[in-house]
């Protein structure tokens, strides 16, 4: 199956500084691209949608200035969460889909943000 | 607005066990549904997929159905094993966005 890889896997930051983290489609292209945030013992929230070479479009609640997307290839898309704070510790989990009739999304192994 | 619940919230079973997840959403009009496995501190595998057409599928000792009518989904899983244990999760996709909408899963955990 088609695979998709995240880095880093975890990263802690003091707060106030930012965090970038990476999805990669490492064996296909991936049209669209897909971040979640999942809380402790909760379920995947969806965050933004990206098409390669367009503007994200960001789920209602979602600051657009605080999780920059960028989605520069067809293959690589990355979140930057800004001036993180404490709240914004998470698990961050991207999924590639190669579009078409069949949408099957292709996630990736997720990353886990601790802000101090 | 497009809700999904999962019932149960977890289950333990002992090994062997056949046992069923449920999953139930409120607006029918669904473009496809998914089933997920996910382990602690991992990303998801996607088990099956149903399309809005089908009513339900198969791979190696899971089924999955899907009433559209009825907005419910189970899982079936076959002579459970320790090694099924995991979080699985559902999620519908609402039309072509893409855009899917996740259950709170059910923690499963089978008992050698």
């Known amino acids: 199956g088609a695979v998709v890889s995240q880095h880093p896997s975890w990263v802690i930051c003091k707060s106030g500084t930012s965090v970038k983290i990476e999805c990669r489609s490492l064996d296909f292209q991936a049209t669209t691209m897909f971040w979640y945030r999942q809380f402790p013992k909760q379920s995947l929230m969806l965050m933004a949608t990206s098409n390669e070479g367009s503007k994200a479009t960001y789920e209602q609640g979602v600051e657009k200035d605080k999780f920059l997307i960028n989605h520069a290839s067809l293959t690589l898309s990355t979140l930057t969460v800004t001036s993180a704070h404490p709240e914004d510790s998470s698990f961050y989990i991207c999924?590639?889909?190669?579009?078409?009739?069949?949408?099957?999304?292709?996630f990736g192994p997720g990353t886990r943000l601790t802000v101090l | 607005k497009q809700e999904v619940t999962q019932i149960p919230a977890a289950l333990s079973v002992p090994e062997g066990e056949n046992l069923v997840l449920n999953c139930s959403f409120t607006d029918s009009a669904i473009y496809n549904l998914q089933w997920f496995r996910q382990d602690p501190g991992k990303g998801l595998t996607s088990l099956l997929l149903?399309?809005?057409?089908?009513r339900e599928q198969t791979s190696g000792r899971l089924n999955a159905s899907l009433d559209k009518s009825s907005g419910r989904s189970t899982l079936y899983i076959a002579a459970s094993q320790p090694g099924d244990s995991a979080t699985y999760l559902c999620a519908v996709e609402m039309d072509s966005s893409y855009k899917l909408i996740f259950g709170s899963g059910t923690r499963l955990l089978v008992r050698p």
């Open positions: 149903i399309q809005s057409s089908q």
């Open positions: 999924s590639g889909s190669t579009g078409g009739p069949i949408n099957e999304q292709f």
